[in-house]
């Protein structure tokens, strides 16, 4: 009797591939010539979040003397209404010029494939920046903090943001992050930094993505880099302090606030009087 076929393909995804551009801005980076571009991570239909973005920190575009842009990358809607959106996605478009939208299905499945569309947007359109920050929608970034680390950082092979050092793989069928032994049969990940917020140069992308030609790309986005930096022989950095990312949200308050460099934050708190309370002109501490 032949051995059933198991399927690997829930823990895998089409990576490489060639996925195509169905919303860009190719000219940003060679008009503008950023120091450091930012992708955000979100979905299609997350509207709100991409506007509470655009009117607090992403509205910081020269900061400590640096040109700073901030892009959304989305992946394609499926199912009901995905004409209406294609056509709100064009009109939003048109009034921000911020969005990049790639024709890969946008699930949570799928982040592996949009970090790597990430790298090669960046590698084609963007390689003349120093920086690029992949991260996350619920978020709030202190951008000069953010940008003071990076004005003292190696400008090549870096990567720096949460480190996580030998990571169990996650057994358990029923966790976000199971992962089966057949796809991945070590029992730790290498290091890799957390994916709500990471910042590298802007030479590894082209690195990043021959790597990826050879290591099976696993869903969960973050671990999948720290395979790919692995390979390279590129290990993760430390930030130069303590305490300057939060994957479980800091609780606000303007001193907290003004020392670090990202946190991700509750939906539930309004993030326009946050950044508004941050904004004021009184000292922090
Ligand atoms: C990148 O920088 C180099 C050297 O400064 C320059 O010759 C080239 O035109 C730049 N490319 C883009 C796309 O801006
Ligand atoms: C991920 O995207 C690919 C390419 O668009 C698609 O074939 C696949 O079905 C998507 N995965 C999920 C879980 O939707």
Not at 33 to 48: Q, S, Y
Not at 57 to 82: A, N, Y
């Amino acid at each position: 009797m032949p051995t059933p076929y198991v399927s690997t393909a829930p823990y895998l995804v089409e990576y490489p591939y060639e996925y195509h551009f169905v919303i860009n801005e190719a000219q940003k980076c060679e008009q503008d010539k950023p120091f450091m571009v930012l992708l955000v991570h979100v979905a299609p239909l997350n509207r709100r979040y991409r506007d509470v973005i655009r009117s607090t920190w992403g509205s910081e575009d020269l900061v400590h003397d640096k040109v700073v842009k901030v892009f959304f990358l989305l992946g394609v809607q499926t199912g009901e209404g995905t004409q209406d959106l294609h056509q709100q996605l064009l009109q939003e478009s048109k009034e921000h010029r911020d969005l990049i939208q790639s024709d890969f299905v946008d699930c949570y499945k799928n982040l592996t494939i949009k970090t790597m569309v990430m790298l090669e947007w960046l590698n084609s359109y963007c390689s003349n920046v120093s920086y690029a920050m992949k991260i996350d929608s619920d978020t709030f970034l202190n951008m000069p903090n953010l940008i003071s680390i990076l004005l003292e950082a190696p400008r090549t092979n870096y990567m720096t943001g949460l480190l996580v050092h030998a990571a169990g793989a996650i057994r358990n069928p029923t966790s976000k992050w199971y992962m089966p032994e057949h796809v991945y049969p070590r029992s730790s990940y290498p290091t890799y930094t957390m994916g709500l917020g990471y910042i590298f140069s802007l030479d590894l992308p082209k690195k990043l993505i021959e790597a990826s030609k050879h290591v099976k790309a696993l869903y969960i986005e973050d671990v999948y880099l720290g395979l790919c930096m692995q390979h390279l022989g590129i290990a993760p950095t430390n930030p130069p302090g303590n305490g300057y990312f939060h994957d479980h949200p800091l609780e606000y308050s303007r001193c907290g606030y003004s020392k670090i460099v990202v946190t991700t934050i509750h939906p539930y708190i309004d993030r326009v009087w946050l950044w508004e309370d941050f904004k004021r002109p009184d000292p922090y501490c």
